[in-house]
């Protein structure tokens, strides 16, 4: 049964910085790329960021890019998102999604204020 569990979110001043993280159980992690994905209060899903397997390949959306950093570590199962600048449109429930199934977490709340 696929598990993720995503943590490090809070509510942080704009410019601060965030690390989220997913642990994963349940399925063959290192076969797996996976995203984060966010969901701002009203709005729908928002693709930020992909992972390929062995953590070769990511993207970003545009939205991240040069402020966000995903990574992994297959040897825990851990899934990781390193959120810099960041802004008030930021804010977000955010979620690791494990590709190909679409499984994902309950999220972790971001909040961006000052």
């Known amino acids: 049964q696929v598990q993720l569990v995503e943590s490090g979110g809070g509510l942080v001043q704009p410019g601060g910085s965030l690390r989220l993280a997913c642990a ?3 399925f063959t ?3 797996n790329a ?8 009203g709005k729908g899903l928002e693709w930020v960021s992909h992972i390929n397997p062995g953590g070769s390949f990511v993207n970003y ?3 991240v890019k040069g402020r966000f950093t995903i990574s992994r570590d297959n040897a825990r199962n851990m ?3 390193q959120m810099n600048s960041l802004k008030p449109e930021d804010t977000a429930v955010y979620y690791c999604v494990k590709s190909n199934s679409g499984a994902r977490g309950p999220g972790t709340q971001v909040t961006v204020s000052s």
């Open 79 to 81: 899934l990781y998102l």
């Open 24 to 26: 994963a159980s349940g």
């Open 61 to 63: 959306a545009d939205s």
């Open 34 to 41: 996976m995203n984060w994905v966010r969901q701002a209060p």
């Open 29 to 31: 992690f290192s076969a």
